[in-house]
């Protein structure tokens, strides 16, 4: 499947999925979410897919939503928002659920959803120069939908952390907070990313893989459903809020936020 948006090739029983969106430094609107979503079904579907690899084009991995669809939001009605929020849990939980390993292959700054993106994902590799962050309280918004997957990869302390502050922090802070697999050098992580999934191809059962994936969803994430059932009500609660009108136009706007 190729798509404006989204393009798709497989090698050597690995599924390349790159978002193709650099001149918005990847940043995530309803249709690409749609179109990621897609993919991902596709390669699962796939017979001769057996690992999925998620990359992005340019620069950033993803910057989060952009602009047009952070000012649409405000003008949905909370129906809209529900729906809309329930297309984002779709594609996250597409990629926890899905039976063959995904690795994410972070080049670049994954922001906000592109950082929840990445989260989802069950292998991460990152450059060292990367950063990560869920920023979304500095917009008046929550990281609702991705800290149902975050409390499970990281500690309680950890999680208030990141999220409550909504800064940044590197790719080795990453690292260290139990996010993401590997920091592999720019150079490097083309081909530690690939050996990493041929290994998988060539060492491990297919079968196997998807059992011991769903064994760690299910055994760690036994209320998950639940979670996320509650979070999406909470995203789309929120977007109606003043502070995220404010939030949004102060960002559309380039001025500095006086919370």
Same mark, same amino acid.
């Given at each position: 499947?190729?798509?404006?948006?989204?393009?798709?090739?497989?090698?050597?029983?690995?599924?390349?999925?790159?978002?193709?969106?650099?001149?918005?430094?990847?940043?995530? /609107?309803?249709?690409?979410?749609?179109?990621?979503?897609?993919?991902? @079904?596709?390669?699962? +579907?796939?017979?001769?897919?057996?690992? =999925?690899?998620?990359?992005?084009?340019?620069?950033?991995?993803? &910057?989060?939503?952009?602009? &047009? %669809?952070?000012?649409?939001?405000?003008?949905?009605? %909370?129906?809209?928002? !529900?729906?809309?929020?329930?297309?984002?849990?779709?594609?996250?939980?597409? @990629?926890?659920?899905?039976?063959?390993?995904?690795?994410?292959?972070?080049?670049?700054?994954?922001?906000?959803?592109? #950082?929840?993106?990445?989260?989802? #994902?069950?292998? @991460?590799?990152?450059?060292?120069?990367?950063?990560?962050? %869920?920023?979304?309280?500095?917009?008046?918004?929550?990281?609702?939908?991705?800290? #149902?997957?975050?409390?499970?990869?990281?500690?309680?302390?950890?999680?208030?952390? =990141?999220?409550?502050?909504? +800064?940044?922090?590197?790719?080795?802070? &990453?690292?260290? %907070?139990?996010?993401?697999?590997?920091?592999?050098?720019?150079?490097? @992580?083309?081909?530690?990313? /690939?050996?990493? &999934?041929? /290994?998988?191809?060539?060492?491990?059962?297919? /079968?196997?893989?998807?059992?011991?994936?769903?064994?760690?969803?299910?055994?760690?994430?036994? !209320? !998950? +459903?639940?979670?996320?059932?509650?979070?999406?009500? =909470?995203?789309?609660?929120?977007?109606?809020?003043?502070?995220?009108?404010?939030?949004?136009?102060?960002?559309?706007?380039?001025?500095? =936020?006086?919370?």
């Amino acid at each position: 499947m190729t798509g404006s948006l989204v393009l798709y090739s497989v090698s050597q029983r690995i599924a390349t999925i790159s978002i193709n969106r650099p001149e918005k430094r990847n940043a995530l /609107n309803p249709e690409l979410v749609s179109q990621l979503t897609a993919a991902f @079904i596709n390669a699962s +579907e796939d017979d001769e897919v057996k690992v =999925i690899v998620l990359k992005a084009n340019g620069d950033v991995f993803s &910057a989060g939503a952009d602009l &047009a %669809y952070l000012q649409q939001l405000q003008q949905n009605s %909370y129906e809209e928002n !529900l729906a809309d929020s329930e297309n984002l849990k779709r594609l996250f939980t597409t @990629i926890y659920y899905l039976p063959k390993v995904v690795i994410a292959q972070v080049e670049g700054h994954a922001i906000a959803g592109g #950082c929840g993106l990445a989260t989802v #994902c069950d292998i @991460i590799f990152s450059v060292p120069e990367a950063n990560f962050g %869920y920023t979304e309280v500095k917009l008046g918004f929550v990281p609702a939908i991705v800290s #149902c997957f975050l409390l499970r990869k990281t500690s309680e302390t950890v999680a208030k952390r =990141i999220l409550l502050t909504g +800064e940044l922090f590197s790719a080795q802070q &990453a690292l260290d %907070y139990g996010l993401i697999t590997f920091v592999t050098n720019k150079n490097e @992580i083309d081909q530690k990313v /690939n050996d990493f &999934a041929l /290994n998988l191809c060539t060492e491990a059962s297919s /079968n196997s893989l998807m059992v011991t994936k769903q064994l760690i969803g299910q055994t760690t994430n036994p !209320l !998950l +459903e639940k979670s996320l059932s509650l979070a999406v009500q =909470i995203n789309a609660r929120v977007r109606d809020s003043e502070d995220f009108k404010k939030g949004v136009a102060s960002f559309v706007n380039k001025e500095k =936020i006086k919370w």
